[in-house]
């Protein structure tokens, strides 16, 4: 069984050893395809022991992940950015679990590092993409690629870790090429969950709401990235808040089914709850419960990985809202024992507050 590294890079040299040194014991041939680089990326390729071939950029990154591919001889390619590089699993465990499976994808389980738009603290969350593929599958969609096949896909043993949301620039970039993708494509309902996603990144909330209603609107629940879009939607309505409030509310209503394990939902579930007491406190009194039941819940379910979950929702995020609830509700017994519990767990601004009570 032989497996490749297949890679389409441009301007990586800050991150593309680190990539490469993560992945050249799992893989038989690293291929690296540069898309027109200004920097040394191409030369620090060679020296990791890549194979490095050139491709004239067409705005296309189908285009340019199918060039690549066409370098390979694997039986099985993986597929890697130079802003990730694998975290978990070896070579033996990744042949095993190859072994026998040919008309499948192998999903990495994905860990996005990003900071909170309004703490500036740090988040991760993470996600099952395909990234293993059998010889012979290809890319299809000019941006935000995905492979072009009906094969289910299953967890494999990797697990990566992925710094480029950190990096200034990516975002408008991306957009030019959702927007024109969007435009030939306006039913898809892909396309309009990415335009939405890139906007709100960008802080452009109120732009990003008409393409995150129509991804809803276009889309079946079924997709691979329908809850993250679900989630993202419901954050932009309770982060703008006022008559949006209603709209959240109704989604959280309808769907609330369907996220019955997120503590994601929950934990959102409590903010929206808290934004719309303190917007009417008269008239919304009677939900106050709402807030603590939710909190609550998200630590019932506890922290999953993949389907986009932020890490701490079902853990220390929690417990620290609660915390905060306790405190400005006048329980501070309850509030130590709660910001006690996420300080535990090494979520310092917990802490800070357990030192002030």
């Known amino acids: 069984m032989k497996i490749n590294l297949v890679m389409i890079v441009r301007d990586e040299a800050e991150r593309l050893e680190r990539c490469l040194d993560s992945a050249r014991g799992l893989v038989d041939r690293m291929i690296v395809v540069d898309t027109g680089s200004e920097d040394n990326t191409a030369s620090i390729a060679r020296r990791m022991g890549a194979e490095v071939y050139h491709f004239v950029w067409t705005g296309d990154f189908s285009a340019a992940r199918n060039a690549a591919l066409a370098h390979s001889d694997g039986d099985w390619n993986l597929i890697l950015d130079g802003d990730e590089w694998i975290v978990s699993g070896t070579r033996d465990e990744l042949k095993r679990w190859l072994s026998g499976r040919q008309k499948c994808l192998g999903g990495i389980l994905r860990q996005d590092c990003f900071r909170d738009g309004k703490t500036g603290e740090m988040r991760f969350s993470s996600s099952y993409l395909p990234r293993l593929l059998p010889c012979g599958v290809r890319y299809t969609g000019m941006i935000h690629e995905q492979p072009d096949s009906c094969f289910p ?205």
């Open 153 to 357: 896909m299953y967890a494999s043993p990797l697990a990566v870790k992925h710094d480029g949301y950190l990096q200034e620039g990516k975002g408008k970039r991306n957009l030019q090429y959702l927007l024109q993708a969007e435009r030939e494509h306006p039913e898809d309902g892909y396309y309009q969950y990415q335009v939405a996603v890139t906007l709100r990144n960008l802080n452009q909330l109120e732009n990003s709401l008409p393409y995150f209603r129509r991804f809803y609107r276009l889309s079946d629940g079924g997709e691979g990235y329908w809850q993250e879009g679900v989630l993202l939607y419901l954050y932009t309505l309770v982060d703008l808040a006022g008559d949006l409030l209603q709209e959240a509310g109704g989604l959280f209503e309808s769907n609330e089914i369907k996220f019955r394990k997120s503590p994601d939902f929950y934990f959102l579930r409590g903010l929206y709850y808290m934004k719309l007491v303190l917007s009417d406190v008269k008239r919304y009194i009677g939900c106050l419960g709402e807030i603590e039941e939710s909190w609550k819940k998200c630590l019932e379910i506890g922290d999953q990985e993949g389907q986009g979950s932020v890490k701490g929702t079902g853990s220390y995020l929690a417990l620290y809202n609660l915390g905060v609830w306790y405190e400005v509700t006048g329980q501070s017994e309850q509030a130590k024992e709660y910001y006690g519990r996420a300080a535990k767990e090494g979520y310092e601004p917990a802490l800070r507050r357990l030192e002030a009570l």
